[in-house]
């Protein structure tokens, strides 16, 4: 861990370079060209914009996030109470009790159930995804608003981290047998990639992830988060959100779900864009 401290000189300084619209990765190089690590500037820089927008009465957020300012302990969204079980800075991840009920993780297993096909991810060499072996799980999609028990879900969600619901994709759903995994991935679209021109056309970068769990395995099946050094229980009902403001490892967003060693694991998983997804 760095000692490097971030000092009032340097907030004035972040706040002038935010007020005159400097680009992010000038402004993260310039603090790293007189010596500030990587890290520390990039949380620097991420506070300094958060104080930015507080300051700037009617400005659209530009990361989802849940308002967390008052440091409540149970959110209500739309009517439904939500617990803050942790708030975690860098990486930027929330971790939710009780985001769903019983009876619509139990809903959205059964409407799921007979739409499962194995899973597929983006690979390296070519232009399309594939059935990939770093995901032994089953998936389906949903249609954004497909039914009213999505619907009722996605207002839940564009509601709790400010964020509409024209900037996320439809629902996944992944069910994992004993054995199964996904191996840690970053969410976003690797800039690198040949295919990432071509999906960024329709809604831009994947910004953000709430994962949620549909039930709870019996053993195993927890989502790790290796570069933070943390995983997260799947407790049905319960769920995770985590960020990441640029495609980038630094963020600290690598993740992946660890292996199920006894029991099934149910998830539902909701990608945010920067952009309008349509
Ligand atoms: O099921 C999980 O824990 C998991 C882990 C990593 C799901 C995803 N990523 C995903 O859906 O992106
Ligand atoms: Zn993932």
Redesign the pocket.
């Known amino acids: 861990m760095s000692a490097q401290v971030i000092s009032p000189e340097l907030q004035q300084w972040l706040q002038a370079q935010l007020a005159a619209r400097v680009e992010k990765d000038q402004v993260l190089q310039a603090m790293q060209q007189i010596g500030w690590a990587p890290l520390v500037a990039r949380r620097a820089y991420n506070e300094a914009l958060e104080a930015f927008q507080r300051n700037q009465a009617g400005a659209a957020p530009a990361m989802p996030s849940p308002d967390l300012r008052q440091k409540p302990s149970v959110v209500r969204v739309n009517g439904h109470d939500t617990t803050v079980l942790l708030d975690m800075k860098h990486p930027r991840v929330v971790v939710l009790g009780n985001f769903l009920t019983d009876a619509e993780c139990d809903a959205m297993r059964a409407q799921a159930q007979s739409r499962l096909t194995r899973s597929e991810t983006v690979t390296l060499n070519i232009d399309a995804s594939e059935v990939n072996d770093a995901r032994t799980s089953d998936g389906m999609f949903f249609e954004r608003g497909e039914n009213e028990l999505c619907t009722r879900i996605e207002a839940r969600i564009a509601s709790l981290l400010h964020w509409p619901v024209e900037r996320g994709e439809g629902l996944?759903v992944?069910r994992y047998r004993p054995g199964a995994e996904?191996l840690p991935h970053f969410?976003y679209f690797d800039p690198a990639h040949a295919s990432t021109p071509s999906i960024l056309k329709r809604g831009g970068q994947r910004v953000g992830?709430l994962?949620m769990y549909l039930n709870t395995p019996t053993r195993g099946g927890g989502?790790v988060f290796p570069d933070a050094g943390f995983e997260v229980a799947p407790i049905k009902g319960n769920a995770v959100f985590f960020s990441y403001d640029s495609p980038n490892p630094d963020t600290l967003s690598l993740?992946?779900?660890s292996p199920v060693l006894e029991g099934e694991k149910w998830?539902a998983?909701k990608w945010l864009r920067q952009g309008t997804f349509e």
């Open positions: 996944q992944l996904y969410d992830t994962l989502t993740h992946g779900g998830v998983t």
